[in-house]
């Protein structure tokens, strides 16, 4: 049976983020023919639609409103139900990303669903659509079918490849007004954090670094390496309590979880809190003075030595390139 799809658009500063159109890329197979309608919700989202309109989306509904401007689960939790009163969707699709973490849980208890989260990837189709999802930290995968009623999944970002961007697709923006109301929080204002470069959860190559780095200066030649492969740095919890870098770079089960193409472990052991946020990296490299350290057992290329020789000498080598 073909189905109506609603996916939420995520923008950060005016842009939409990747897994937008990962998502849509996720409600096309779900939709077996169907509908496929983005929702954006913020101040000023009316012109990101034709994006999503290329990316696949047949239709995009907005919600404009000063209240949506910043991410609250109140302001974005009433826009999003207004559209999904309007539309009656068969399924819903989310970025498993801190908003999606954060917002789908209250929307589909308030819609008394279930919630397929962190979905991986699809295996077949419409009805007959299985989930793949991680558990145990990585360790296994699980696959979970969806019974009957709403069809309400989350997609971790980088793993579901979008459709190629077709620049000649056209399709309806419409918006509808919706009052915010009852706000338990109001954001007036945000001081960013001036972190370098790409944002490590949609990067495709990520350095990160532990407490075998050594002290706050120790990542200076781990960014470099980062800003010449066009990627992102990340870190262990043990270089985070030590202080060499903020906690925002955190990989691991209380951390970011990642998937690059590419991860690069730099003086880290290999905790299993560790593992389970960079484990399903598509390659692993890792660089260790020990040869016993745990984080060869998930490694597709590992380098034994000293990180203070092994990177200057990567940093040489990739400026040929
Ligand atoms: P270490 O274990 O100290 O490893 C440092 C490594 O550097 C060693 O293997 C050493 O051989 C190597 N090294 C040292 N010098 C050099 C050199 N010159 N050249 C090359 N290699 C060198 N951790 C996370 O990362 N993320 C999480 O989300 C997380 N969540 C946690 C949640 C809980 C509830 C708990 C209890 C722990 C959690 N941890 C988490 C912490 C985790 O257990 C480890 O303590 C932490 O990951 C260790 O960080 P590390 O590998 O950088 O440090």
């Known amino acids: 049976m073909s189905?109506?799809?609603?996916?939420?658009?995520?923008?950060?500063?005016?842009?939409?983020?990747?897994?937008?159109?990962?998502?849509?890329?996720?409600?096309?197979?779900?939709?077996?023919g169907g509908e496929v309608v983005g929702v954006l919700l913020g101040d000023s989202v009316q012109s990101l639609g034709e994006e999503m309109i290329q990316y696949g989306a047949d239709r995009i509904i907005t919600v404009e409103h000063p209240h949506l401007k910043q991410y609250t689960s109140d302001g974005f939790g009433q826009g999003f139900m207004a559209v999904y009163e309007q539309e009656k969707p068969d399924a819903v699709v989310f970025g498993h990303t801190a908003l999606g973490k954060d917002l789908s849980p209250k929307i589909a208890s308030k819609l008394s669903s279930g919630l397929i989260s962190d979905v991986t990837d699809i295996e077949g189709e419409d009805d007959a659509a299985v989930f793949i999802r991680p558990i145990y930290s990585g360790k296994a995968f699980e696959k979970v079918k969806n019974k009957d009623g709403l069809l309400f999944i989350t997609i971790r970002p980088n793993n579901i490849p979008p459709l190629e961007l077709d620049s000649s697709r056209t399709g309806d923006i419409a918006s509808i007004t919706v009052e915010i109301t009852n706000l338990r929080t109001i954001i007036s204002e945000v001081v960013r954090k001036t972190t370098e470069g790409v944002d490590m959860s949609e990067a495709k190559v990520v350095i990160a670094g532990g407490r075998g780095v050594k002290s706050a200066e120790g990542f200076a030649p781990l960014q470099e390496l980062a800003n010449l492969l066009g990627g992102a740095i990340g870190a262990s919890r043990g270089a985070c309590d030590a202080d060499y870098c903020d906690y925002s770079l955190q990989i691991g089960q209380t951390g970011k979880v990642i998937t690059p193409d590419l991860y690069i472990g730099v003086g880290i052991s290999g905790a299993i809190q560790h593992m389970a946020g960079m484990s399903n990296s598509k390659i692993i490299?890792?660089?260790?003075?020990?040869?016993?350290?745990?984080?060869?057992?998930?490694?597709?290329?590992?380098?034994?030595?000293?990180?203070?020789?092994?990177?200057?000498?990567?940093?040489?080598?990739?400026k040929k390139i």
């Open 285 to 318: 490299v890792a660089i260790n003075k020990d040869p016993e350290a745990n984080i060869f057992k998930v490694a597709d290329y590992g380098i034994v030595g000293d990180l203070f020789e092994v990177i200057p000498m990567m940093i040489e080598e990739v």
């Open 3 to 32: 189905k109506k799809v609603l996916v939420l658009g995520e923008a950060r500063e005016g842009v939409l983020r990747n897994v937008s159109f990962e998502a849509i890329a996720a409600a096309k197979k779900i939709s077996g």
